[in-house]
């Protein structure tokens, strides 16, 4: 079954440390995404890839950085968390045309204090 | 770049009403449409797609019709129940790019 694992679930940071949140797909799709849901705004993309060694600038991508290491694997790393960054993340993948529409992980809430 | 309007922020209705949720959208490109329902704590999930100008496409009692020439995609039940209260996430991709930008959402709430 199609299926979007995020890692951890939950994350107490502190600012200005080092936050890497994990998504792994076993959909072999060729698309990765990285989404932020604030209420009020939606789902915000920061960033996306097209397949293993791409990442691509969303609407969002200030104090974010991305890696995609493998098909499966699509990290997003803020290397200096600030409160502003307090949310709930949600990875997606996807594929190419109608297809793409994205599959959800079930979300990482990160709280930064 | 593309982007999508939902100009309902909130929508309360009694439960056996119809209801419509409005999506406009813009792109440059041939566009694929998208809406997602939300339960509480849950993750967005595919409702609906559509990429075909005036071709109605329904599931669970959901359809919506892409209109290219008003470049739009509302939503709409004819008849709403109370399992239908969530938060609803219109999305637009295009033949350009895989990216996929969604709306600011409409939540609908159905009382009984």
């Known amino acids: 079954e199609a299926a979007v694992t995020q890692s951890p679930r939950n994350k107490v940071a502190v600012t200005g440390g080092k936050v890497t949140l994990s998504c792994n797909q076993t959909?072999?799709?060729?698309?990765m995404y990285w989404y932020r849901q604030d209420t009020g705004h939606g789902l915000r993309l920061i960033h996306y890839s097209y397949g293993a060694g791409s990442t691509e600038k969303g609407d969002i991508p200030d104090g974010y950085k991305a890696s995609r290491p493998s098909q499966e694997n699509f990290s997003l790393i803020l290397e200096l968390a600030t409160p502003s960054q307090t949310s709930v993340y949600f990875c997606?993948?996807?594929?190419?045309?109608?297809?793409?529409?994205?599959?959800f992980g079930e979300g990482t809430r990160l709280s930064v204090l | 770049g593309d982007s999508v309007t939902q100009t309902e922020g909130l929508v309360t209705l009694t439960k056996g009403l119809p209801v419509m949720l409005n999506c406009t959208y813009q792109t440059t490109y041939s566009p694929f449409l998208f809406w997602y329902v939300q339960h509480l704590n849950e993750a967005p999930k595919l409702l609906l797609k559509?990429?075909?100008?005036?071709k109605r496409t329904e599931h669970q009692g959901f359809y919506a019709t892409l209109h290219k020439s008003s470049s739009s995609f509302h939503l709409q039940k004819s008849s709403v129940q109370l399992s239908d209260s969530a938060l609803y996430f219109c999305?637009?991709?295009?033949?350009?790019?895989?990216?996929?930008?969604f709306g600011t959402g409409t939540r609908l709430q159905v009382s009984p």
């Open positions: 999305a637009l991709s295009d033949s350009n790019t895989d990216k996929v930008v």
């Open positions: 997606a993948s996807g594929d190419r045309g109608i297809n793409q529409a994205p599959l």
């Open positions: 559509s990429s075909t100008d005036n």
């Open positions: 959909n072999n799709h060729n698309n």
